[in-house]
């Protein structure tokens, strides 16, 4: 079965720009949430998405956007970037209450 | 709001030595998974710990959940460098839709 699929796996972005960050959960699951990952905030709770609905959302600015599509796939937008903003994005899909199954990641660098 | 601290932050050991990484908190969860993430990876789950008291082992790694379900641990034998790197606690609430709350991770170096 496969797994948590991210793409694109790097991104470079200017300042300024927006991007959008896809995931793929694993087939049969219907919860998607995103992360944020920086090495002095550790792992920060985006959103979760359930169902095409945003089901709970971490403490980021609304610059931070996503969705969710009928066959569970999600994006994640980030609009405006800043130089902050730079930063591994895990995207992890789960079945229910289960625990969550991670992607690989999106490396996003912001110049 | 629930949070997780884990202790230590950093670990640095000698292979084949033993060592502990703690997970505590205040709140009750439904259950508690264990994740380790090598640089620029995202994390893979170790395992899932769901009763109070529940002991659970993978090979020389050895999972257990407090009584309470307030807290975990992890205690690695005989250390290799293969086990370095970053080990995550995340402690579910099935009260909150099954909302997971991650702690800051515990960095493991293993020297050979």
């Known amino acids: 079965k496969a797994g948590v699929t991210q793409t694109p796996r790097y991104l470079i972005k200017t300042r300024g720009q927006q991007v959008t960050l896809s995931c793929s959960p694993i087939?049969?699951?219907?919860?998607v949430s995103w992360y944020q990952q920086t090495p002095g905030q550790g792992l920060q709770f985006l959103f979760e998405?359930?169902?095409?609905?945003?089901?709970n959302k971490g403490n980021f600015p609304g610059r931070f956007s996503g969705r969710q599509f009928s066959n569970s796939r999600s994006e994640m937008n980030v609009s405006t970037l800043e130089l902050g903003d730079s930063a591994l994005y895990l995207c992890?899909?789960?079945?229910?209450?289960?625990?969550?199954?991670f992607g690989q990641g999106t490396r996003l660098t912001v110049v | 709001t629930q949070l997780l601290e884990q202790s230590p932050q950093f670990l640095s050991i000698q292979e084949g030595e033993n060592l502990t990484v703690y997970c505590n908190s205040s709140s009750v969860f439904s259950s508690l998974q264990w994740y380790r993430q090598e640089p620029g990876e995202g994390p893979v789950l170790l395992v899932t710990v769901v009763t109070g008291g529940e002991v659970k082992k993978l090979k020389r790694l050895t999972f257990q959940f407090g009584d309470a379900r307030k807290d975990s641990s992890l205690h690695i034998t005989a250390a290799q460098t293969g086990d370095t790197g970053l080990y995550l606690c995340?402690?579910?609430?099935?009260?909150?839709?099954?909302?997971?709350?991650f702690g800051d991770g515990t960095t493991l170096t293993v020297k050979p």
């Open positions: 087939s049969g699951h219907r919860s």
């Open positions: 998405y359930f169902s095409e609905t945003q089901r």
């Open positions: 995340a402690g579910t609430d099935n009260t909150n839709a099954g909302k997971s709350t």
């Open positions: 992890a899909s789960r079945r229910g209450t289960s625990e969550a199954f």
